[in-house]
C-alpha cells in the first residue's frame, strides 16, 4: 500500500476509510496555467510528482500517444475541473485533459468554421495556430471581455504592411513563458524570478520572445480556455495595433 509522503491525518484517515483503495482528487484547472503549473497543481493533489509530470509531459513517446505535434503538451491541458484517481498513471490524467480539450473545441471549430477559413486564408492559420494565439490572449487578458479586443491587436500586427518590425506580437507573457519553460536556452534567462528585464526583451535565444521573432510562438505558451479560443475566432475588427494595462 502506497502512502503518499507528507500526509495529513485527514488524507490519511480518508485513506483507510476506502479501504487503502484509490482515492478520488477534485482537482481543478484555471484557465491561463501553464503546464508547469499544472504539474504542480497535480503534485499538490498527491497524484504523482510534479517532476514526472513534466517529464510526460515533454516525452515524444507520450505526445505521440495523444496524437500531438510540438514540444510537448502545453495548450491541450484543457482548464477545468477533474476527478482523477491516485491510482492511474501519469500519460492517463493527462490523457483526460486532452481528451476533453478535443471534446470542448470541436464544436466550436465546426460552429466557426467560416472564421477559421477566413484566418486560414489571410494568415495560414491552423486549430493549432488558433490555440497558439488563444494561449497568448490569455495571458494578456485580465477583463474577460477584452479578450476579442487583444486578439484582434495581434491579427493586426501579423498582418500590418506598416507596423514595425513586421509581425512581431511583442507579447511580455512570451517572454516569461520561454524563461520558465526553456530556461537553459537563454542567457538572459539565468536567475529568473518572474520579472521581465531588458536583456530579456533583447535575447533572441529565447525561442518564445516575441520581440525578437517574428509570427506566432512555437507553441501555446499556456492552456487556454473555450472563451479565449473563441477570442480569436471571433476577433474584434478594428485599426488597433497597441494595448496597455493600467493596473486595474
Known amino acids: 500500500v502506497l502512502l503518499p509522503f507528507g500526509s495529513t491525518p485527514a488524507q490519511l484517515a480518508r485513506r483507510v476509510a476506502t ?27 498527491q497524484l504523482g510528482s510534479a517532476s514526472e509530470f513534466l517529464r510526460v509531459m515533454r516525452d515524444p513517446a507520450s505526445l505521440r500517444a495523444l496524437s500531438l505535434e510540438g514540444p510537448s503538451v502545453e495548450g ?17 490524467i493527462l490523457g483526460q485533459m486532452v481528451e476533453n480539450h478535443r471534446r470542448r473545441t470541436e464544436a466550436l471549430f465546426d460552429e466557426r468554421r467560416a472564421e477559421l477559413a477566413s484566418l486560414s486564408s489571410e494568415l495560414g492559420f491552423t486549430r493549432r495556430d488558433v490555440v ?26 501579423l498582418r500590418s504592411e506598416t507596423f514595425l518590425p513586421r509581425q512581431r506580437l511583442q507579447s511580455d507573457p512570451t517572454v516569461s513563458y520561454g ?25 533572441s535565444q529565447n525561442r ?18 473555450l472563451a479565449a479560443i473563441e477570442a480569436v475566432l471571433r476577433y474584434a475588427h478594428h485599426d488597433y495595433l497597441y494595448f496597455v494595462a493600467r493596473g486595474q
Request: hydrophobic content about 40%; proline content about 7%; overall charge negative.
Open 19 to 45: 479501504g487503502l483503495g484509490a482515492i478520488i482528487a477534485r482537482v481543478t484547472i484555471p484557465e491561463g496555467f501553464d503546464e508547469i503549473d499544472v504539474a504542480r497543481r497535480l503534485e499538490a493533489a
Open 76 to 92: 491541450y491541458l484543457f482548464p477545468d475541473t477533474y476527478e482523477l484517481r491516485d491510482d492511474q498513471e501519469p500519460i492517463a
Open 132 to 157: 497558439v494565439l488563444a494561449s497568448i490572449v490569455e495571458k494578456e487578458a485580465a477583463v474577460a471581455e477584452e479578450r476579442a479586443t487583444i486578439a484582434g491587436v495581434f491579427v493586426n500586427r
Open 208 to 225: 518564445y520572445n516575441t520581440y525578437r521573432h517574428a509570427g506566432l510562438t512555437p507553441g501555446p505558451i499556456a492552456n487556454p480556455g
Open 179 to 203: 524563461c520558465r519553460a526553456e530556461p537553459e536556452s537563454a542567457p538572459s534567462c539565468a536567475g529568473f524570478d518572474g520579472r521581465i528585464t531588458r536583456a530579456m526583451l533583447d535575447d
